[in-house]
């Protein structure tokens, strides 16, 4: 289209008085504004406006094609807002955006952070365990919340995760006439009259940084002795060579340890798991810290023709040759065995297919008598190959 139809306006908590020429103008000339009721009351839109649907649905806009319409949003309206939803249903030419400083500037400004230096999380429409694997002493993170009541749950989520000393900054309606700052720690949170929009800034104080390596310590998983142990988790983790939004496999995932840290790396997986306790552990361990990963509860070749197609896939039991035939040649695999049998079948297989076959032999030293020894864990055999 020559011109576009639809203008994407960032609009502040001052309303109007916060609005380019250009952002004013498009706003003037559309015919249908749409935003929700605390945007449509500020630029007062009257029989022009229509509100959202809840949930949040772009269908409506994009019924009204065509004809000139502005959409409103908060700040940027492509951090968490409704811009990156229409354009991705648009074309280029259809639409018009007109950015206006969003609550992650106004918060960084007010307190005198670098951007560039902060965490920028949208807990209004994620869960709060999405920040416990980024935090570190001295990290500073802004987070926009659903509403004034999250701001004490944050705060009481951050004390329960030992991070209570961390100093919070409570940010009401930035930008606008209601604006105001208020300070606290995670531990002593005492606000109860906290409004929406509202923005917590953090700065990270008391805790204990999660590792950001693979073969973070067994105990930070819920399993029943069924885990694939630290040390080996780190060498199977090296061999399935986590990439960012690439999807696992977990086939007979146990605890899901190795799902979880490919999710920490930043991918997604499916764990497969047959027993109802173990997959309510994968639950939990995915809860933890809110990752993308799926649970099938299933036996792993019942499950595999209706899982998506994944780019590697990691076998911890249950291996043989049938379920071998029946993986995908197109994804990297990483079968670890501890049993003769299994281990004789990844022999054969190397034999035939090539890859890489590892014996993994690990002792620990503990107490002996008076003195100290080596206990020696079961060996591991592992098998990795690549399309």
Partial sequence: MADPWLSIIGLGEDGPAGLTD?????????????????HLALVEAGARGLEWPVPFDPA???????????VL????????????SLAAALEPGEWCAYPAPGVVAL????????????????????????LLPELAPGRRAICTLRDGPAAGALAAFLAAEGWGDSRLWVLESLGGPRERVREATACGFALTDVAAPVTVAIEARGGTALPRSSGRPDTLFAHDGQITKAPVRALTLAALAPRRGELLWDLGAGSGSVSVEWCLAGGRAVAVECR?????????????FALPLEVVEARTHEALASLPAPDAIFVGG??????????PRTARLVVN????????????????????????????????????????????VQWSLRP
């Fill in 318 to 327: 249950g291996f043989d040759e049938a379920l071998f035939a029946a993986l």
């Fill in 276 to 288: 109802p306790e173990r997959a309510a552990n994968i639950r939990a361990n995915a809860a933890r």
């Fill in 337 to 380: 065995a501890v049993t003769l049998e299994t281990e004789a079948l990844l022999a054969a297989l190397h034999a035939r297919h090539g890859g890489d076959l590892l014996r993994i032999e690990i002792a620990r030293a503990t107490p002996l008598g008076r003195m100290r020894g080596w206990d020696a864990a079961r060996p591991v």
């Fill in 107 to 130: 918060a960084a400004a007010r307190l005198g952070w670098r951007q560039e230096e902060v965490l920028s999380l949208g807990l209004h429409a994620a869960p709060v365990e999405r």
């Fill in 22 to 38: 250009a952002s004013r103008a498009a706003l003037a000339a559309a015919e249908v504004v749409v935003g929700g009721p605390r």
């Fill in 73 to 84: 949003a908060s700040g940027d309206p492509f951090w968490h807002g409704a811009g990156g």
């Fill in 60 to 70: 409506p806009v994009l019924a009204l094609r065509g004809r000139p319409v502005a």
